[in-house]
């Protein structure tokens, strides 16, 4: 369930060599130990002036890697995934029960007769474009493809289309774009466009970037990267949407979509969409009588699809995994789609310290997949990973906490590791006017095992958390041995910081503290050199373009309102929507 009224409201590696000229091997050396001393430095941020009605913040951040994963980090070999718990991270220490249904009946266990099996990030779709929260299986990428960047600042020419607001049944507000809020884009073919429903001018250009905001005032918004131009007519479904949604990785005009609470349309569900004609073409998980929640049926995470079994995956905060095969029947010729679930899976788990006001049932985030395992948190303090194939979890780490960020994954010399954190929930831990530590680990997703952590101290507000809000960004390129979290409420209640961390030791490179917090998430863009910078947003209302090694602050705009949404990032432009009801598209120059 939403979290707060805020929500509501508002070194080198070591490279093997047999070289036997020993002038090569000194340089080398030299070049490593700048390399080195390059990502240690870390300047002086000026504050900036109030001149908001909230306090603008002053920080730095990165965007997520472009639109494959460097050969550095995840090798281009499909290795097996074979987790198994130890005895510090089984699944009896932490969850008191599982449960199984398929097709509407209670079973005891099950198999899938073709296994899913996911490959590596580069591998989850071939399409131009971000079709789920942060880019895909691994949420590691937050950007598309690579940013011509001479003059290192936001242009002076930017678009902004105009969003509204929806008002809850029980009376609370909903304005613009909410956290996570990431905007979907695709480059759409120009034979698939000649069947959408599409304004004339968007079906003939030669080519079209369309993107697809789904914001919490009940519309989705269809929109022109370059100029932001409506590409079509809003869709209108009524519910608040938080999460960003999905596309599917093949490339079919379809649209997975969540709602992030209940409205005068009823209770919140799940939307599966034909973006010919915008029609809805099944709806799932309203009250769900599967669902130890009861009534609540929010869905804020980002749905992966496996394209090789055609099956939709997809976590609820109900505490339901649903997974079913869609059956898609697409023909782009004549420019029909349907789908025909059937095989409908849901698994779902209890936590030992699950209560009904404490430690939540229900998944928040977005998952990671890889292999045959799903490996995601909850709102209970639980990162757990399960086998998809046999719907038995393999191993259960203790996260402390009501988990808002998504966990991202990433294979470092052919062993992989999950990078998250959590939040502070306050009266769970600790009392609202205390504070709690908030850690950020580096976990063996063999085993689920804690390889570091770095602690920071947080504060929290009720129903306005503390701690890390927004999914942290893993570094490429050459940002390849950092990665950087986005931690609120630190040092003080309404401070927040931006840090970067050594990924093999945990240890602070750079740490850059804002005036105000912030819940959006970093992202990292790279130029044709492999030069990597950082899109950060804030709640003051603040945009941020950083040098990933330095931490340095190249340049900052101010958007006029608090950014809870994450931004994306296509080639060099830049697409965030914020609660004060607008959404920018800001160039990179």
């Known amino acids: 369930m939403p979290k707060s009224q805020h929500k509501q409201t508002n070194s080198g590696k070591k490279r093997s060599s047999i070289a036997k000229i020993s002038v090569l091997f000194s340089l080398i050396c030299v070049l490593a130990m700048l390399v080195y001393k390059n990502a240690e430095t870390e300047p002086i941020i000026p504050k900036e002036s109030d001149n908001t009605a909230e306090q603008p913040s002053t920080i730095p951040e990165q965007t997520p890697e472009l639109e494959s994963s460097s050969p550095d980090n995840n090798e281009s070999k499909l290795l097996d995934f074979n987790p198994a718990a130890t005895d510090s991270t089984k699944p009896e220490l932490l969850i008191k029960e599982t449960g199984i249904m398929v097709d509407g009946q209670r079973v005891s266990s099950y198999n899938f007769s073709d296994p899913i099996d996911f ?45 509204t607001s929806l008002q809850a049944p029980n009376g609370s507000v909903w304005t613009g774009s909410g956290w996570v809020g990431q905007p979907l884009m695709m480059t759409w073919p120009k034979d698939v466009r000649s069947h959408m429903n599409m304004y004339d001018w ?42 960003a949604g999905a596309l599917d990785p093949r490339g079919y005009p379809i649209l997975y979509l969540g709602a992030g609470y209940n409205s005068s349309k009823g209770i919140s569900r799940a939307f599966i969409i034909n973006l010919l004609d915008c029609s809805v073409m099944y709806e799932f998980g309203a009250t769900d009588s599967f669902s130890l929640r009861g009534t609540l049926s929010f869905f804020d995470g980002s749905a992966l699809v496996d394209a090789e079994t055609d099956r939709l995956i997809y976590p609820g905060e109900n505490g339901i995994l649903y997974i079913m095969r869609l059956n898609t029947n697409y023909d782009p010729a004549a420019g029909t789609l349907s789908i025909n679930p059937s095989e409908i899976v849901k698994w779902r788990y209890n936590g030992k310290r699950t209560t009904r006001d404490t430690y939540w049932l229900g998944m928040e985030d977005s998952a990671i997949i890889w292999r045959g395992h799903i490996i995601m948190s909850d709102n209970g303090g639980n990162l757990m990973c399960l086998n998809l194939n046999t719907l038995q979890l393999e191993w259960v780490q ?17 062993h992989p590791y999950v990078y998250t954190s959590t939040s502070f929930h306050g009266g769970w831990r600790a009392p609202v006017n205390e504070t709690a530590t908030i850690p950020i680990w580096k976990i063996d997703a063999l085993t689920g095992e804690i390889v570091w952590q770095k602690d920071y101290t947080c504060y929290t507000e009720d129903g306005v958390s503390g701690g890390t809000q927004g999914t942290l960004a893993i570094g490429k390129n050459k940002l390849a041995d950092l990665i950087y979290v986005p931690v609120a409420r630190t040092p003080g209640r309404t401070t927040g910081k931006l840090v970067a961390l050594n990924k093999q030791t945990g240890e602070v490179v750079w740490e850059k503290e804002t005036q105000v917090y912030s ?67 800001v160039t990179l120059t």
């Open 202 to 243: 968007a079906k003939n250009s030669e080519t079209l970037t369309e993107v697809i905001y789904a914001t919490m005032d009940g519309n989705v918004y269809f929109l022109d990267l370059l100029t932001g131009k409506k590409t079509r007519d809003n869709l209108y479904l009524g519910f608040t949407f938080k999460g």
């Open 119 to 163: 490959g590596l990030p580069q591998d989850y779709t071939s399409v131009q474009g971000i079709v789920t929260f942060r880019g895909n299986n691994f949420r590691d990428s937050g950007s598309f493809g690579t940013a011509d960047i001479a003059e290192k600042q936001f242009s002076d020419s930017y678009w902004t289309v105009p969003t």
């Open 398 to 414: 203790n996260v402390l906490d009501d988990t808002n960020c998504t966990p991202v994954l990433e294979i470092e010399n052919g």
């Open 519 to 585: 819940w959006s998430s970093p992202v990292t863009v790279y130029d044709k050199d492999g030069n990597g910078y950082l899109v950060f947003c804030t709640a003051g209302g603040y945009m941020y373009l950083f040098d990933g090694l330095t931490g340095d602050v190249l340049d900052s705009l101010q958007v006029g309102g608090n950014v809870e949404a994450s931004p994306a990032v296509y080639n060099n432009t830049i697409v965030v929507g914020t609660r004060s009801q607008l959404i920018w598209g």
